[in-house]
């Protein structure tokens, strides 16, 4: 395994996290796992929330679905399930959605556009793990 630090994008001001990685590259395709650990607050530059680097550029002109989950940590002490995306016309240079489930309108996915970090009092970051495979450009 090659490691690797995957960052957000989409972050307006400072970024206030961490992040760490781990992929594979074979026969065409990298299967990976990244973590982002928010150690202070972190704000979107866009209600399109933020997106995650790769290790490698993904090939293009395909929709990528990879598995995500947010753990609220101190801030909501929750683990709430959801996906991360590559859309279909993106260049595949990196993730462009990190989204979970709501708590209202069913099952809707939202948009990542906030991590708490330290802010509020919080003593533990919140935590983003996201996983999955794709083929390379």
Same mark, same amino acid.
């Given at each position: 395994?090659?490691?690797?630090? $995957?960052?957000?994008?989409? /972050?307006?001001?400072?970024?206030?996290?961490?992040?760490? +990685?781990?992929?594979? &590259? *074979?026969?065409?395709?990298?299967?990976?796992?990244?973590?982002?650990?928010?150690?202070? &607050?972190?704000?979107?530059?866009?209600?399109?929330?933020?997106?995650?680097?790769? $290790?490698?550029?993904?090939? $293009?002109? /395909?929709?990528? /679905?990879?598995?995500?989950?947010?753990?609220?940590?101190? @801030? =909501?002490?929750? /683990?709430?399930?959801?996906? *991360?995306?590559?859309?279909?016309?993106? =260049? +595949?240079?990196?993730? =462009?959605?990190?989204?979970?489930?709501?708590?209202?309108? +069913?099952?809707?996915?939202?948009?990542?556009?906030?991590?708490?970090?330290?802010? &509020?009092?919080?003593?533990?970051?919140?935590?983003?793990?996201?996983?999955?495979?794709?083929?390379? @450009?």
């Amino acid at each position: 395994m090659t490691q690797w630090t $995957p960052k957000l994008t989409n /972050v307006k001001g400072t970024d206030g996290t961490v992040g760490s +990685g781990h992929y594979v &590259e *074979a026969g065409g395709a990298v299967t990976f796992t990244a973590q982002i650990v928010a150690k202070k &607050e972190t704000i979107a530059a866009s209600s399109g929330g933020f997106g995650l680097t790769l $290790p490698k550029p993904a090939k $293009p002109g /395909v929709r990528y /679905v990879f598995s995500l989950s947010l753990d609220g940590r101190d @801030a =909501d002490h929750g /683990v709430w399930t959801g996906e *991360a995306q590559i859309y279909a016309g993106s =260049d +595949g240079s990196e993730i =462009d959605r990190l989204r979970v489930t709501g708590t209202s309108n +069913g099952a809707a996915l939202l948009n990542i556009a906030n991590l708490y970090g330290d802010a &509020e009092g919080a003593k533990e970051a919140e935590i983003i793990t996201v996983t999955g495979s794709f083929p390379v @450009a």
